[in-house]
């Protein structure tokens, strides 16, 4: 048996440009004096590799800038027993829409089993979890407040609008024909992101994100592994920030209507408050399929 605490390993902090950072981070150190910072490394593998290099534990633990982070994951005994190489994630409620899943989680890697790995710039890849093992983690660790400006919240929807739409961890070749064939779990997730947050300050704009990330990359406007590149987002926001936020997501409604079959519901404050208080989170444990 292998057991590990959270807290008994390297817990590190990672931010780049989140306008919340400085906040969340002040709740990490009252909560983990022993915690450490790194902020405005480029790359989410170059981010994470700096952790592991620079931790003295054969495993760490990441907290990623926009968490408002909770004691529960942390105190959480984990067991890597016959699965070493594992990241545990647990779940993270999102501020827009109340999915709660591993997005933007508390995750606790292995150091060698991360540094072996070649991840988003040093690939195709646009998440870890398609190249090392995920055991999930049915364990609420933290709120990811991605909502604390327009762009955050248009590019958290952005990256999700690809990413919620892959195929066996590649984009759909033939959205029309293969959208039935997605995991149920990301397709609702898909789903939610696109129609649910007219109820919190941004949360429009990550739906018009996730409508645009999913009608930009079927449309062959964009590779999906521009999600990778925050300078691309910044040049995209110049343009994105001017539209109509209404008007646009009517647009790509019927964008997403005409050229693909997929019928996005307008909800609205009280229905979007509605469905958080009533849709049912699906347990998540277990090493991710």
Same mark, same amino acid.
């Given at each position: 048996?292998?057991?590990?605490?959270?807290?008994? +390993?390297?817990?590190?902090?990672?931010?780049?440009?989140?306008?919340?950072?400085?906040?969340?981070?002040?709740?990490?150190?009252?909560?983990?004096?022993?915690?450490?910072?790194?902020?405005?490394?480029?790359?989410?593998?170059?981010?994470?590799?700096?952790?592991?290099?620079?931790?003295? $534990?054969?495993?760490?633990?990441?907290? #990623?800038?926009?968490?408002?982070?909770?004691?529960?994951?942390?105190?959480?005994? !984990?067991?890597?027993?016959?699965?070493?190489?594992?990241?545990?994630?647990?779940?993270?409620?999102?501020?827009?829409?109340?999915?709660?899943?591993?997005?933007?989680?508390?995750?606790?890697?292995?150091?060698?089993? +991360?540094?072996?790995?070649?991840?988003?710039?040093?690939?195709?890849?646009?998440?870890?979890?398609?190249? +090392?093992?995920?055991?999930?983690?049915?364990?609420?660790?933290?709120?990811?407040?991605?909502?604390?400006?327009?762009?955050?919240?248009?590019?958290?929807?952005?990256?999700?609008?690809?990413?919620?739409?892959?195929?066996?961890?590649?984009?759909?070749?033939?959205? !029309?024909?293969?959208?039935?064939?997605?995991?149920?779990?990301?397709?609702?997730?898909?789903?939610?992101?696109?129609?649910?947050?007219?109820?919190?300050?941004?949360?429009?704009?990550?739906?018009?994100?996730?409508?645009?990330?999913?009608? #930009? !990359?079927?449309?062959?406007?964009?590779?999906? $592994?521009?999600?990778?590149?925050?300078?691309?987002?910044?040049?995209?926001?110049?343009?994105?920030?001017?539209?109509?936020?209404?008007?646009?997501?009517?647009?790509?409604?019927? +964008?997403?209507?005409?050229?693909?079959?997929?019928?996005?519901?307008?909800?609205?404050?009280?229905?979007?408050?509605?469905?958080?208080? $009533?849709?049912?989170?699906?347990?998540?444990?277990?090493?991710?399929?």
């Amino acid at each position: 048996m292998t057991v590990h605490r959270p807290l008994e +390993l390297d817990i590190f902090y990672i931010s780049y440009d989140e306008p919340n950072s400085d906040e969340n981070w002040e709740r990490v150190q009252s909560l983990v004096p022993t915690a450490k910072r790194t902020h405005g490394i480029k790359g989410f593998e170059a981010a994470h590799k700096a952790c592991a290099d620079a931790s003295a $534990t054969d495993r760490f633990v990441t907290i #990623d800038g926009d968490n408002w982070i909770s004691m529960d994951a942390l105190e959480t005994v !984990l067991d890597d027993s016959g699965m070493e190489d594992v990241v545990f994630s647990f779940k993270s409620r999102n501020a827009i829409n109340g999915l709660e899943y591993g997005n933007g989680g508390i995750k606790c890697w292995s150091k060698s089993a +991360l540094l072996a790995s070649n991840t988003h710039e040093s690939s195709d890849s646009t998440d870890f979890c398609w190249t +090392l093992r995920y055991y999930q983690v049915d364990v609420l660790g933290s709120i990811g407040v991605n909502n604390a400006s327009p762009f955050q919240a248009w590019r958290a929807g952005y990256r999700e609008g690809v990413k919620m739409s892959y195929l066996d961890g590649r984009p759909m070749s033939d959205p !029309l024909r293969e959208i039935a064939d997605l995991y149920q779990g990301n397709r609702s997730k898909l789903n939610i992101w696109m129609s649910v947050g007219r109820d919190v300050p941004n949360g429009a704009w990550a739906m018009l994100g996730a409508r645009q990330g999913f009608h #930009d !990359l079927y449309s062959g406007s964009i590779e999906n $592994t521009v999600i990778n590149d925050y300078d691309w987002f910044a040049t995209r926001w110049k343009k994105v920030s001017y539209l109509n936020l209404e008007a646009t997501l009517q647009q790509y409604n019927r +964008l997403l209507r005409d050229d693909f079959n997929l019928h996005v519901p307008e909800l609205d404050q009280l229905t979007s408050q509605w469905f958080k208080q $009533t849709y049912i989170h699906p347990p998540r444990h277990g090493l991710m399929i």
